[in-house]
């Protein structure tokens, strides 16, 4: 069943035709029907929420309205090839919002790699009590919607409003996590708080599924319980720790809901302060959209070369020992 | 010996509770702070109880500005239960096409699945936008609703479970019976896919819950907003006029619950979801 259509009907035979003599033929004709039925409203959805949108942001991004004669009558598309490409790769509030990006990517993925991790081996070992409540219990900052983690952490960071504060106060220590060098972990707080039960579940599915033999035989060895987490277990499952990371990331470079909130409560969060800010405030706040689309397109390329290269990589490691 | 596993054992026990303490604590202040009126918020210690005002919070909160809190709330569920539905109907009989029917051009047709997969929600938010203003769709209940439906990761989720519950004899077994394709697959396969069904719309249902950058791009009518939008620019409003805050605490608490009871009763299925997307 690798072809489809048969030659028959391709040079257009009527189906009629050829129906008595092989009977399975309307058979197939009927699951070619079925399968595009059950296919068109998702190649509807790519088309239309997917690759037209792109297909119009890279267009946009090459184009722009020129108003020409102080900007009376209608203005003239005209092509302006990577003029917006280079405006938007020439500001400095948008390379800054990479380099947010980028501390906050060291700060965050290691956290969260290797807490999760953690939890999960420290699960895996068999030694904590109460495991079901105790995985149910880490997972559940993940069904607290981004934004409502985001407002829950604002109001434990300010000033007046948090006990957190207002204890160390008592201690007489006196924190800002508002301040300029104690925004960003504060932020990647919030991230890690949200993501760190979700990855370990991963990471403990992933090594729920190891072969027991290969722990009983590193136990037989004498290896202990930490030996046989970090130089067995971790190594099996390195696979799931990239894929991990590369979702890490990814999810990095969305940066949004949080930064934007914060940027109600403090100064040291600018309206250009990540990536996806920048494009918002080049959408709608100063309404050039050639500029917003630019920087929507890079921000494309950068995930999705980011992604390719990372699975590339880790996909040669994997095969070469082999 | 012993002495030695019972040390690592108390140390191991240890770690866990001060990491359930982190995920959970916030929460608790979140329960605690929802009973606080304005005052007490900012005034008095988080555990005294003096003044129990939950029930003025609650009334509050859905008289405030003509009760539209009321109103975000049923447009989440609308976008969020309406929206995952139809959207994990057309993921997995896409899911299912895939795995069940040669076609040509499939796998080409796949890697773009994938490549949707690896493109985030946000990244598309402008130029959806854009196209949205194009044809006039911007700040209606659609522009929100429509690219919501489109979840990649629910259609590599379906192939993989269709792959694994739905075994091709029983569409030959179908087949012979005389049975049309589409009979088999809305009698058969698709019941055999429920627990899959479930699990993709779960992931959907939790992803469109919450959805930010998407509504607050498209949307500038108030009584369209979801939830997060609501309460975002109750927020704002919080940091001129105080009387917000409880508001907003609150709205917050009222917005977890719907995910946090589909959670716990769902377990086994989220469960399922994240080991079939990752471990392999």
Same mark, same amino acid.
């Given at each position: 069943m690798s072809t489809v259509l048969s030659p028959e009907e391709r040079t257009g035979t009527p189906p009629s035709a050829v129906r008595e003599a092989r009977p399975r033929r309307a058979g197939r004709r009927g699951q070619l029907v079925a399968c595009a039925t059950l296919l068109a409203p998702f190649t509807a959805l790519l088309v239309a929420v997917f690759l037209v949108p792109v297909g119009y942001a890279v267009y946009l991004s090459l184009f722009s309205e020129d108003h020409t004669g102080l900007g009376f009558g209608g203005g003239t598309t005209v092509f302006t090839g990577l003029r917006s490409y280079l405006a938007v790769l020439g500001d400095p509030s948008f390379r800054s919002g990479f380099g947010v990006i980028a501390l906050y990517c060291l700060i965050f993925v290691p956290a969260v790699v290797v807490g999760a991790l953690a939890l999960a081996l420290l699960l895996d070992s068999g030694l904590v009590r109460l495991r079901r409540t105790a995985q149910m219990m880490l997972y559940l900052p993940h069904a607290v919607p981004g934004i409502i983690a985001a407002v829950i952490w604002l109001y434990l960071?300010?000033?007046?409003?948090?006990?957190?504060?207002?204890?160390?106060a008592a201690a007489d220590v006196h924190i800002d996590f508002l301040g300029l060098h104690t925004v960003l972990p504060a932020i990647v707080n919030i991230a890690l708080w949200s993501g760190l039960g979700y990855n370990m579940v991963i990471f403990y599915a992933a090594l729920q599924a190891l072969p027991r033999e290969v722990i009983e035989a590193a136990r037989i060895d004498g290896a202990g319980g930490l030996r046989t987490a970090l130089l067995v277990k971790v190594p099996i499952i390195r696979g799931t720790v990239v894929m991990v990371c590369v979702f890490a990331l990814i999810g990095a470079l969305q940066l949004f809901t949080e930064p934007t909130l914060m940027n109600q409560a403090t100064p040291m969060v600018n309206s250009r302060y990540a990536p996806n800010m920048y494009i918002y405030d080049a959408a709608f706040r100063r309404n050039n959209y050639g500029l917003a689309s630019a920087a929507s397109v890079i921000l494309l390329i950068v995930t999705c070369a980011l992604s390719y290269a990372v699975t590339r990589w880790t996909g040669r490691k994997e095969r070469s020992p082999r | 010996m012993t002495t030695s596993r019972l040390t690592s054992r108390t140390a191991v026990n240890t770690v866990v509770l001060i990491a359930a303490l982190y995920t959970l604590l916030p929460g608790l202040w979140l329960l605690l702070a929802s009973t606080k009126n304005s005052d007490a918020l900012f005034g008095s210690d988080i555990l005294s109880f003096g003044d129990f005002s939950l029930g003025q919070n609650l009334r509050d909160l859905f008289s405030m500005e003509d009760g539209v809190y009321g109103r975000w709330y049923l447009n989440s569920? &609308?976008? /969020?239960?309406?929206?995952?539905?139809? =959207?994990? !109907?057309?993921?997995?009989?896409?899911?299912?096409?895939?795995?069940?029917y040669a076609f040509p051009h499939k796998e080409k047709l796949f890697g773009l699945v994938l490549a949707g997969v690896m493109v985030p929600p946000t990244v598309l938010a402008l130029p959806l936008y854009l196209v949205a203003s194009g044809i006039g769709l911007v700040n209606t209940f659609w522009a929100v609703f429509i690219p919501v439906l489109f979840n990649p990761f629910g259609v590599y989720l379906a192939r993989l479970l269709s792959n694994g519950?739905?075994?091709?004899?029983? &569409?030959? /077994?179908?087949?012979?019976?005389?049975? =049309?394709? !589409?009979?088999?697959y809305f009698r058969v396969s698709l019941r055999m896919l429920g627990p899959g069904f479930v699990t993709v719309f779960l992931f959907q249902l939790t992803a469109i819950w919450n959805n930010f950058f998407l509504p607050m791009v498209m949307l500038?009518?108030?009584?369209?907003?979801?939830?997060?939008?609501?309460?975002?620019?109750?927020n704002s409003s919080a940091t001129v006029s105080p009387e917000y805050y409880p508001l907003v605490v609150i709205g917050s608490l009222l917005a977890v619950v719907p995910l946090i009871v589909a959670f716990v009763t769902l377990q086994r299925y989220w469960k399922s979801g994240l080991t079939a997307g990752s471990v392999k």
């Amino acid at each position: 069943m690798s072809t489809v259509l048969s030659p028959e009907e391709r040079t257009g035979t009527p189906p009629s035709a050829v129906r008595e003599a092989r009977p399975r033929r309307a058979g197939r004709r009927g699951q070619l029907v079925a399968c595009a039925t059950l296919l068109a409203p998702f190649t509807a959805l790519l088309v239309a929420v997917f690759l037209v949108p792109v297909g119009y942001a890279v267009y946009l991004s090459l184009f722009s309205e020129d108003h020409t004669g102080l900007g009376f009558g209608g203005g003239t598309t005209v092509f302006t090839g990577l003029r917006s490409y280079l405006a938007v790769l020439g500001d400095p509030s948008f390379r800054s919002g990479f380099g947010v990006i980028a501390l906050y990517c060291l700060i965050f993925v290691p956290a969260v790699v290797v807490g999760a991790l953690a939890l999960a081996l420290l699960l895996d070992s068999g030694l904590v009590r109460l495991r079901r409540t105790a995985q149910m219990m880490l997972y559940l900052p993940h069904a607290v919607p981004g934004i409502i983690a985001a407002v829950i952490w604002l109001y434990l960071y300010t000033p007046g409003l948090s006990p957190v504060i207002r204890l160390f106060a008592a201690a007489d220590v006196h924190i800002d996590f508002l301040g300029l060098h104690t925004v960003l972990p504060a932020i990647v707080n919030i991230a890690l708080w949200s993501g760190l039960g979700y990855n370990m579940v991963i990471f403990y599915a992933a090594l729920q599924a190891l072969p027991r033999e290969v722990i009983e035989a590193a136990r037989i060895d004498g290896a202990g319980g930490l030996r046989t987490a970090l130089l067995v277990k971790v190594p099996i499952i390195r696979g799931t720790v990239v894929m991990v990371c590369v979702f890490a990331l990814i999810g990095a470079l969305q940066l949004f809901t949080e930064p934007t909130l914060m940027n109600q409560a403090t100064p040291m969060v600018n309206s250009r302060y990540a990536p996806n800010m920048y494009i918002y405030d080049a959408a709608f706040r100063r309404n050039n959209y050639g500029l917003a689309s630019a920087a929507s397109v890079i921000l494309l390329i950068v995930t999705c070369a980011l992604s390719y290269a990372v699975t590339r990589w880790t996909g040669r490691k994997e095969r070469s020992p082999r | 010996m012993t002495t030695s596993r019972l040390t690592s054992r108390t140390a191991v026990n240890t770690v866990v509770l001060i990491a359930a303490l982190y995920t959970l604590l916030p929460g608790l202040w979140l329960l605690l702070a929802s009973t606080k009126n304005s005052d007490a918020l900012f005034g008095s210690d988080i555990l005294s109880f003096g003044d129990f005002s939950l029930g003025q919070n609650l009334r509050d909160l859905f008289s405030m500005e003509d009760g539209v809190y009321g109103r975000w709330y049923l447009n989440s569920l &609308l976008y /969020a239960v309406v929206g995952a539905l139809v =959207g994990s !109907l057309i993921s997995v009989a896409a899911g299912y096409a895939f795995d069940k029917y040669a076609f040509p051009h499939k796998e080409k047709l796949f890697g773009l699945v994938l490549a949707g997969v690896m493109v985030p929600p946000t990244v598309l938010a402008l130029p959806l936008y854009l196209v949205a203003s194009g044809i006039g769709l911007v700040n209606t209940f659609w522009a929100v609703f429509i690219p919501v439906l489109f979840n990649p990761f629910g259609v590599y989720l379906a192939r993989l479970l269709s792959n694994g519950y739905v075994p091709n004899e029983v &569409l030959e /077994a179908s087949r012979v019976d005389g049975a =049309g394709e !589409l009979q088999t697959y809305f009698r058969v396969s698709l019941r055999m896919l429920g627990p899959g069904f479930v699990t993709v719309f779960l992931f959907q249902l939790t992803a469109i819950w919450n959805n930010f950058f998407l509504p607050m791009v498209m949307l500038s009518d108030e009584h369209l907003y979801p939830l997060s939008l609501g309460l975002y620019t109750w927020n704002s409003s919080a940091t001129v006029s105080p009387e917000y805050y409880p508001l907003v605490v609150i709205g917050s608490l009222l917005a977890v619950v719907p995910l946090i009871v589909a959670f716990v009763t769902l377990q086994r299925y989220w469960k399922s979801g994240l080991t079939a997307g990752s471990v392999k």
